[in-house]
């Protein structure tokens, strides 16, 4: 079973940056689509956005031309750089893995906070 494992939360102002990493106990390209989510207090798990094995990339609109998916294959690690932050982006945010269909392997999650 591949694990994963995120870094790179904290505290940040508004109008900042993050870099989260994701990096996988296993390779990545056994998966068909590895992804990020986040869950904000009180609200549903909401997908950020993914990338497929083929490389293509896909973002949720609330975080479009800000947030970007990228990936090293070579170090098995997923990042998401995240840009111009505001405080309804303040959440726990998980890398999450399917070779399906399935969201099946996750992360524990890492928190961000905006500060205004």
């Known amino acids: 079973q591949v694990q994963l494992v995120e870094s790179g939360g904290g505290l940040v102002q508004a109008g900042g940056s993050l870099r989260l990493s994701c990096v996988a106990s296993g390779s990545i390209s056994s998966f068909n689509t590895m992804g990020w989510y986040r869950q904000a207090p009180g609200k549903q798990r909401e997908l950020v956005g993914d990338?497929?094995?083929?490389?293509?990339?896909n973002n949720a609109y609330s975080v479009k031309g800000r947030f970007a998916i990228s990936r090293d294959i070579a170090k098995n690690t997923v990042f998401l750089q995240m840009n111009d932050l505001n405080p309804d982006d303040t959440a726990v945010y998980y890398c999450?893995?399917?070779?399906?269909?399935?969201?099946?392997?996750w992360g524990q999650g890492t928190q961000v906070t905006v500060s205004s």
């Open positions: 990338i497929s094995t083929g490389g293509v990339t």
């Open positions: 999450a893995a399917r070779r399906l269909s399935t969201w099946d392997t």
